[in-house]
């Protein structure tokens, strides 16, 4: 498989890989981390 792309090929087709996957793992951290809100109490909402 080696023999079909160049090596400068190879790192698009990796660079192209983690792209999404380097995103898909900042929005799950973003999301899990929950947006950076404060946690707010019952006692202290309008």
Request: hydrophobic share 55%.
């Amino acid at each position: 498989m080696s023999e079909l792309l160049s090596p400068f090929e190879w790192f698009f087709v990796i660079l192209l890989a983690l792209v999404p996957l380097a995103g898909l793992g900042f929005h799950l951290w973003v999301m899990l981390m929950g947006h950076g809100k404060r946690q707010h109490d019952e006692a202290d909402a309008p």
